[in-house]
């Protein structure tokens, strides 16, 4: 910026623990993004695309705690199992799951569920991934909560705690600045592989059982928002895209089939693959800035879409006002698995 004389100020965002999807809410609650005239959001990916539109689903991330009363498991008749609780809730999302609209996603994973057989619980948790469009959500997440009150009262436990880690919406990326971020996209161009950046990739498909086409060797286009939303993954960039123009530059360096959330993905953001599309993406977005700093009539189209939007569409945060950044969530786990993970690092 100083070499060639642009004025604006470009602010680097980071969103930790991302697969969580925590942060965003906060960040834009402590107003971090308030003098924000655009963001450009990035992802890692196969591909090297952007796109438009809504997508994705909202996402309601909640932890019901259960009280009972512990009793020797072998003469139980004074006792009242938090376990029971649980699972009574987690029989009744299940047959809740019949009747919702098929835009939704919900699971869930025991966090608490006692300690020994022969001691009834007395404490039980349950963790749970809400998920639907931005219009159903709410209404979805309240018949979960009363799964959760119904199940309490049928086993006598207390509902002692429904603690929200999270609440975020949809992604609503804007138009503008996809079509922006596409050219800088095709301008750039997906990196060359070299044949051995080809062959690990084959040879991770076929560990798969995918079909073995190598890294992705064509930029994606950039695609009208398909007209039936059937949900699927959430990302807290979606809060983001209701308070200032927004869209994501997906970069390549992912193997084509690889599985998130998965070992398969986590392999592939590795190496000369990785830093390649990493760079690839890097350069996209700073040519995206470099746009937006100079052509005001380009940062004008986007800002004129996103304030018709949110005219329409006034962000109202899912967040609930007195929910705090759950600074403990993983900390457990991140001690166990941070050592193990260290000798990994590439320090350059
Ligand atoms: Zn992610």
């Given at each position: 910026m100083d070499k060639y004389g642009f004025t604006g100020t470009i602010k680097v965002f980071g969103s930790p623990?991302?697969?969580?999807?925590?942060?965003r809410p906060y960040m834009i609650r402590a107003g971090?993004?308030?003098?924000?005239?655009?963001v450009i959001d990035n992802h890692s990916s196969s591909g090297f695309s952007t796109s438009y539109g809504t997508s994705g689903n909202a996402l309601f991330s909640t932890i019901f705690t259960f009280k009972g009363r512990t009793a020797h498991g072998a003469s139980p008749w004074g006792g009242i199992s938090a376990l029971d609780a649980v699972e009574l809730m987690n029989d009744a999302t299940n047959m809740l799951r019949e009747h919702l609209f098929y835009t939704y996603r919900m699971h869930y994973v025991?966090?608490?569920?006692?300690?020994?057989?022969?001691v009834v619980p007395d404490k039980a948790s349950v963790w749970y991934y809400v998920r639907n469009s931005d219009d159903r959500v709410e209404e979805m997440y309240e018949k979960v909560v009363n799964c959760a009150k119904a199940a309490a009262l049928a086993t006598g436990a207390e509902l002692a705690e429904i603690r929200c880690l999270t609440a975020i919406h949809q992604r609503h990326a804007n138009k503008a600045a996809a079509e922006l971020f596409q050219k800088n996209i095709e301008l750039v161009g997906m990196p060359e592989w070299t044949e051995e950046e080809h062959a690990f990739a084959r040879a991770l498909q076929k560990e798969l059982g995918r079909r073995e086409t190598g890294m992705s060797d064509r930029v994606g286009s950039l695609r009208?928002?398909?007209?039936t939303f059937v949900g699927g993954g959430s990302s807290d960039v979606g809060d983001v895209t209701l308070v200032t123009p927004t869209a994501t530059i997906r970069f390549p360096g992912q193997v084509p089939g690889a599985v998130s959330h998965h070992w398969s993905s986590v392999a592939t953001n590795y190496g000369t693959t990785a830093w390649k599309g990493l760079n690839a993406g890097a350069k996209a977005m700073a040519a995206s800035a470099i746009d937006l700093l100079t052509k005001p009539e380009e940062l004008k189209k986007l800002r004129d879409e996103f304030e018709a939007y949110a005219e329409e569409n006034p962000y109202r945060p899912?967040?609930?006002?007195d929910a705090v950044p759950?600074?403990?969530?993983?900390e457990e786990l991140m001690k166990k698995w941070r050592a193990m993970m260290e000798e990994f690092y590439i320090i350059h």
């Open positions: 623990a991302e697969e969580t999807v925590i942060s971090l993004f308030d003098d924000v005239d655009a025991i966090v608490e569920g006692g300690e020994a057989p022969n009208e928002p398909s007209g899912f967040l609930p006002e759950p600074l403990d969530l993983n």
